[in-house]
């Protein structure tokens, strides 16, 4: 069995971004050994059904995990390598945002075990800081990142772009500022409107407009061209990193692997008993926390995932990836054979078209596929 990927979610910010559609709350006060606690017993619960699995990697995200008690980061850490297998140097990502609280806390999170860091960033400018929400200065990002880079042997951060008024000029410039800090991973996404964020009623009443379709190709071509300047490759849609800087947890993802999901809001897909199972916990923090305390674990959903519905999901995330789709083991994964998941006209009209190309064994979204992906997916899968 492959090795599994464990997500920690930890629900707590100090703000709520306007663009935001994440499970995350804002409390005055958070009782932090209560929920980690319950982190520690959902953990343990979860380690017992799936038994000594080997661990690939472990990521805390949010929320705003930055805000966890290092002490709880070093704890779940140090459970999650007796409950299960080390495979080689397990990745550890937590994410930070840059202020000065958080920034404060890095050196205790590399002591904890933490070997990556991702980065709230999302601007380098600070008119779109503000208009984004967020709680830090550019200065405090930059510091933050060079911080960072000296304690963490990898370090990742976020931009947010095809923002309202962007031009093309405006995100090649910042960009390249970005470029120039970055260590081995950029996660570069474009500005999306998600039902019931602030962002979609201004949308809806037209007092926030988004560059237009053409624009935003232009911006999502641009972002990839000046990525390649300074060593980066996208090797997914949204992600660009030097060879071997592979956010490996995100990987395990798109690549339709298991992971195991604890915390407020987690989902996972876990392999148990021959089946693959889709699993949810409560979302909200003090109700997941009186179930974990009361039962173990927070699970409110748990979902056998049929053979074609693996299908469908392998399909909408592995064509998210440069290197596209192992044939072979998608059929290992789902039970499914790639001619009986997709629409076999709409695949050969793709790949005459050259959004898509099939080769030695692989299906993969070609750059004029990867541009339309979402079109292409809404067509080609069944």
Request: glycine fraction near 10%.
């Amino acid at each position: 069995m492959e090795a599994l990927a464990l997500y920690v979610h930890w629900p707590f910010c100090l703000a709520k971004c306007p663009y935001c559609d994440f499970n995350s709350h804002v409390r005055e006060r958070i009782d932090q050994k209560r929920f980690a606690a319950a982190l520690r017993a959902e953990l343990a619960w979860e380690a017992a059904r799936l038994g000594r699995r080997k661990l690939a990697s472990i990521f805390f995200g949010g929320g705003t995990p930055s805000l966890m008690a290092p002490e709880t980061v070093a704890a779940l850490i140090a459970d999650a390598r007796l409950l299960f297998d080390a495979e080689g140097e397990v990745e550890i990502t937590l994410e930070a945002n840059p202020t000065s609280v958080e920034s404060g806390k890095l050196a205790a999170f590399r002591e904890a075990g933490v070997n990556r860091i991702s980065m709230g960033i999302q601007s380098l400018r600070e008119e779109p800081l503000r208009a984004l929400g967020r709680q830090h200065s550019a200065g405090q990002a930059v510091a933050a990142l060079e911080t960072a880079r000296r304690l963490f042997p990898r370090v990742s951060f976020d931009l947010i772009y095809a923002r309202p008024g962007q031009t093309m000029a405006d995100w090649r410039a910042e960009l390249r500022e970005a470029l120039a800090l970055a260590h081995d991973h950029l996660s570069l996404y474009q500005l999306t409107i998600e039902p019931g964020t602030a962002y979609e009623a201004l949308h809806r009443r037209g007092e926030l407009v988004l560059p237009d379709e053409e624009l935003a190709a232009a911006l999502y071509e641009a972002t990839a061209e000046e990525a390649a300047k300074f060593g980066l490759r996208g090797y997914e849609i949204s992600n660009y990193a030097v060879p071997g800087g592979e956010s490996r947890h995100n990987l395990a993802y798109w690549r339709y692997g298991d992971y195991a999901g604890i915390g407020p809001g987690a989902h996972g897909r876990v392999s148990v008993g021959g089946q693959l199972l889709a699993t949810r916990r409560h979302r909200a923090p003090e109700p997941w926390a009186e179930m974990v305390e009361a039962r173990g674990h927070g699970t409110t959903r748990e979902d056998p995932v049929a053979p074609v519905e693996r299908a469908r999901e392998a399909l909408l995330m592995g064509l998210r990836l440069a290197e596209g789709i192992d044939e072979a083991r998608f059929a290992r994964r789902t039970g499914v054979a790639m001619d009986d998941a997709v629409d076999g006209d709409v695949l050969a009209q793709a790949i005459e078209e050259g959004y898509v190309a099939r080769d030695g064994g692989r299906l993969v979204a070609l750059a004029e596929g990867r541009l339309r992906l979402d079109a292409l997916l809404g067509a080609l899968v069944l």
